[in-house]
């Protein structure tokens, strides 16, 4: 402001005076001296109501979106501390995820908020071999929109609600509280409110929703006692657990041509997750943990971001690790699959999971249909006909002209195709008994103050059904026993391989 002040009061560089004298010079200059008088005064004023206005908004802003010194009381008021994380990608991701976020929240001692199952890529988190990922923040709050629109749209189906952790949870192994809950509570909004009236994200409640995922994503930064967010990534960091190599240099590091390339600065370390976030650290106190995406794959002799796979000096989390190898899929898809092998297909049969038209999978059919073809040519010669085979695939039924799969298609003396689609009677079935058993809401932490519960389970129930296709197929290809062709690479390979090898089909 005195600098404003000071502004006006300053002479203004005379304009060039007329050569030719007389009267008329003294005139003109005190006419521009009025002139540039005027214009610092309005100059003054305007800057003065654009600071004064400026200030308003930032206050304005600030009023509406305070950063708390600690967490509302009804918050603390839980006795629990909790753990987050971010699911992202398809669903045998998302799984992963799920899994390392049971171990992480077990060797940090917290309560495990359980996510949605969120939409097929819906949210990417990027390529950490390339050290392409999105940052913590803006992952968790894309994760969190995209949850807040599945109970918009009536769409919201629990991790939990497709695999059983019961006996995870009854146990006492790990503790859980659904997302639903925990927003409910931590946000101060009736989640069963945006479960019912298909507002839009304008609606109050929305705003208030989005308000309290900014500051649960870190935006408004840490928060003692309250939030505390995990920025680490896959970049800088690979969580290991009583491995003797905290601090250590990861064996996988950013090449120099990348580091030219991209500018990186990353240096890929080992760190102890509970050393790093247990007791002693600034992390511990908070109440809510917030993690980025938790997914890891092996990569070039390492793990991309988790690698806790054992843990032998501590037999606690030794047993969770191993229980957790194989998480099942809850009763209604497991009776679903076994009813179709039992019922439709009435014969030994293999199972062919094609992977044709996403990612990677795209480049290597050639690869794929032969993997398929030397199994089902040794089958032809060595059993009886025809051979029923099950597809599990994401490449179209009038797309199998001129591949393998409609040469198969077409020779109904020697091969008999079964295959499931999303309006078969037996899908749409087990999607409603999905929805009615809501086995996310019935497992897991609530507090005795939470007196919406029923209301919760009964607005909250998908009202458009599940897509419930790919877990009944993975559990049909569990019970081929003529054996499995899987795509190489594919995630859903690997589930089917583990469900096979703990033999779900005969449990």
């Known amino acids: 402001m005195n600098h404003i002040a000071a502004l006006a009061g300053r002479s203004p560089t005379p304009w060039p005076r007329k050569r030719s004298g007389g009267a008329a010079a003294p005139r003109s200059r005190s006419l521009l001296l009025c002139m540039a008088s005027l214009l610092a005064v309005l100059a003054f004023f305007y800057f003065s109501y654009a600071r004064v206005s400026t200030s308003l908004l930032r206050g304005s802003l600030e009023a509406a979106a305070p950063r708390p010194s600690r967490c509302e009381p009804r918050v603390r008021a839980l006795g629990q501390r909790f753990l987050s994380y971010v699911p992202h990608s398809g669903f045998s991701n998302q799984l992963s995820e799920f899994k390392n976020a049971i171990v992480a929240a077990a060797v940090l001692n917290r309560t495990l908020v359980v996510p949605p199952v969120l939409d097929h890529h819906a949210v990417a988190l990027g390529s950490c071999p390339k050290f392409r990922v999105l940052d913590g923040g803006e992952i968790r709050l894309a994760v969190w929109e995209s949850a807040v629109e599945l109970l918009r749209t009536g769409r919201y189906v629990s991790m939990a609600d497709i695999i059983d952790i019961s006996s995870l949870v009854s146990s006492s192994m790990i503790r859980t509280i659904d997302f639903r809950v925990f927003a409910s509570i931590w946000c101060g909004v009736n989640i069963d409110l945006a479960c019912n009236n298909g507002a839009t994200g304008e609606s109050p409640l929305f705003a208030s929703l989005k308000q309290c995922g900014s500051f649960l994503s870190g935006f408004s930064g840490n928060v003692d006692e309250c939030l505390y967010s995990v920025d680490e990534d896959c970049r800088s960091t690979v969580w290991t657990y009583q491995n003797g190599n905290d601090g250590e240099l990861d064996s996988f590091q950013p090449d120099e041509q990348l580091k030219r390339k991209k500018k990186l600065t990353y240096v890929r370390r080992r760190r102890d997750l509970y050393k790093a976030l247990?007791?002693?650290?600034?992390?511990?106190?908070?109440?809510?943990?917030?993690?980025?995406?938790?997914?890891?794959?092996?990569?070039?002799?390492?793990?991309?971001?988790?690698?806790?796979?054992?843990?032998?000096?501590?037999?606690?989390?030794?047993?969770?690790?191993?229980?957790?190898?194989?998480?099942?899929?809850?009763?209604?898809?497991?009776?679903?699959?076994?009813?179709?092998?039992?019922?439709?297909?009435?014969?030994?049969?293999?199972?062919?999971?094609?992977?044709?038209?996403?990612?990677?999978?795209?480049?290597?059919?050639?690869?794929?249909?032969?993997?398929?073809?030397?199994?089902?040519?040794?089958?032809?010669?060595?059993?009886?006909?025809?051979?029923?085979?099950?597809?599990?695939?994401?490449?179209?039924?009038?797309?199998?002209?001129?591949?393998?799969?409609?040469?198969?298609?077409?020779?109904?003396?020697?091969?008999?195709?079964?295959?499931?689609?999303?309006?078969?009677?037996?899908?749409?079935?087990?999607?409603?008994?999905?929805?009615n058993g809501g086995h996310g809401l019935r497992v897991g932490f609530v507090p005795n103050s939470f007196a919406r519960m029923d209301k919760l389970k009964k607005q909250c129930a998908p009202r458009k059904l599940a897509d419930v296709l790919l877990y009944i197929e993975e559990v049909i290809c569990s019970c081929a026993s003529l054996g499995f062709v899987g795509t190489a690479g594919s995630t859903i390979a690997e589930s089917i391989e583990s469900m096979r090898k703990h033999d779900v089909c005969s449990s």
């Open 278 to 435: 247990g007791p002693g650290s600034q992390a511990d106190s908070a109440t809510l943990l917030a993690f980025g995406s938790l997914f890891t794959s092996a990569y070039k002799g390492s793990q991309l971001y988790f690698d806790i796979h054992e843990a032998p000096k501590d037999q606690r989390i030794q047993s969770i690790i191993e229980k957790i190898e194989f998480l099942p899929f809850v009763p209604q898809i497991l009776s679903a699959g076994k009813e179709f092998a039992l019922t439709t297909i009435k014969a030994p049969f293999v199972c062919a999971q094609l992977r044709l038209l996403d990612g990677q999978f795209k480049n290597h059919w050639k690869t794929t249909f032969l993997t398929l073809k030397e199994k089902v040519e040794s089958l032809r010669q060595n059993g009886p006909l025809p051979i029923h085979i099950f597809v599990m695939t994401d490449l179209p039924e009038g797309n199998w002209s001129k591949t393998y799969l409609g040469d198969l298609a077409g020779d109904v003396d020697n091969f008999k195709l079964h295959f499931l689609q999303e309006e078969d009677e037996l899908v749409i079935r087990t999607a409603k008994e999905l929805a």
